[in-house]
């Protein structure tokens, strides 16, 4: 993986609001299921919480939202059901394009991508280009990602670039291997939220989810929405956010 061009643009985010939100969408089969629906059908009505929360954080005045919408161990479902998945994804792309141009939101999508048909591979590099210069909200996508297939990765692409590193061990930095990780373009997040009652991180994200803020729901992700998001953002306003700081610390600061 190259290193990332684009600088992370720097604008002034809303007091009290993060200013990069991360979603792990989950409860889309177990909304289905209690409706007697096919799991599929929570899927596709997933798609659609996915739009309205797009539109809900880039009216909040979030300027990164990032959503896992496939993990690398997502393949080890049914067959059919990640044939669906990956028919929803081109759908998706085919029809938000315009509109994501329209409402100025950047999109970029990190994960394995080889993987992917190459049609939905062509889908995605056609709509990060014609999406490239919006400067809205950056809505990252993460397809067939992991959070450690992305530290290795970054750790390849690391040596790879310098390597004098792997004689001098010592120059590996932090901000070194930052500069490498799939999501190079953003911040790291201030809010991660996850639907659909579980507690855990499921892979994603494992870097930079270190000084994130964690907000857990037991809604399914398909009855997502600014009312839940709203919930969200109030329980960030009341964190204090210190960094390893004591209290007393950030409270002079
Ligand atoms: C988790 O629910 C959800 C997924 C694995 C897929 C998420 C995909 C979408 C919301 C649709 C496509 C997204 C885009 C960006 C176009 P689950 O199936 O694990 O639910 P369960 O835990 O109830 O079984």
Known sequence: MSL?????????TPAGVPRHVAIVMDGNG??????????????AKGVEAVRTTVEACAR???????????SSENWRRPADEVSVLMRLFITALEREVTQLRANGIRLRVVGQIDAFEGRLQRLIREAEQRTANNTRMTLTIAANYGGRWDIVQAVRALVEERPELVRDPSL?????????????????????IRTGGEQRISNFMLWQL?????????TFWPDFG??????ALASYRDRERRFGRTSAQVATA
Do not use: C, N
């Open 4 to 12: 990332s061009p684009d600088p992370i643009p720097i604008k002034p």
């Open 30 to 43: 177990r909304w289905a299921t209690r409706r007697r629906l096919p799991r599929v059908a929570g899927h």
């Open 60 to 70: 909040e005045g979030i300027e990164f939202l990032t959503l896992f919408a496939f």
């Open 172 to 192: 590996v930095t932090e901000d070194a291997l930052s500069r490498h990780m799939a999501l190079a373009h953003a911040p790291e997040p201030d809010l991660f």
């Open 210 to 218: 270190a000084y994130t803020e964690f907000y857990f729901t037991d």
């Open 226 to 231: 600014p009312e839940v998001l709203a919930s």
